[in-house]
Nanobody, 117 residues
């Protein structure tokens, strides 16, 4: 099984930035698409950004223009650069395969992002 380890979260003021990293225990080049998800208290986990093996990206409207996803297949790592953070970005962030992939790898522990107003 693939192990995913997310890191880089923390407490930041609104308007600040964070860079999240997700290290996989095996090659991510086999994944058609990798994504970052987030889960806020009382809400379901939801995709916020994904990147294909070819580098095409997708963002949900709420993070478009503020977040940037990237991947380094040589290091089996996916990144999420988050700028202009808002309190509503507060959540636990996870990475995993993303659509069109339909079989998720085991979820990691996630990394907590807290944005204060």
């Amino acid at each position: 099984q693939v192990q995913l380890v997310e890191s880089g979260g923390g407490l930041v003021q609104a308007g600040g930035s964070l860079r999240l990293s997700c290290a996989a225990s095996r090659s991510i080049s086999v994944a058609i698409s990798m994504g970052w998800y987030r889960q806020a208290p009382g809400q379901k986990r939801a995709l916020v950004a994904r990147i294909s093996s070819g580098g095409s990206t997708f963002y949900v409207d709420s993070v478009k223009g503020r977040f940037a996803i990237s991947r380094d297949n040589t290091k089996n790592t996916v990144f999420l650069q988050m700028n202009s953070l808002k309190p509503e970005d507060t959540a636990v962030y996870y990475c995993n395969v993303a659509p069109p992939s339909t079989t998720y790898w085991d979820w990691g522990q996630g990394t907590q992002v807290t944005v204060s107003s």
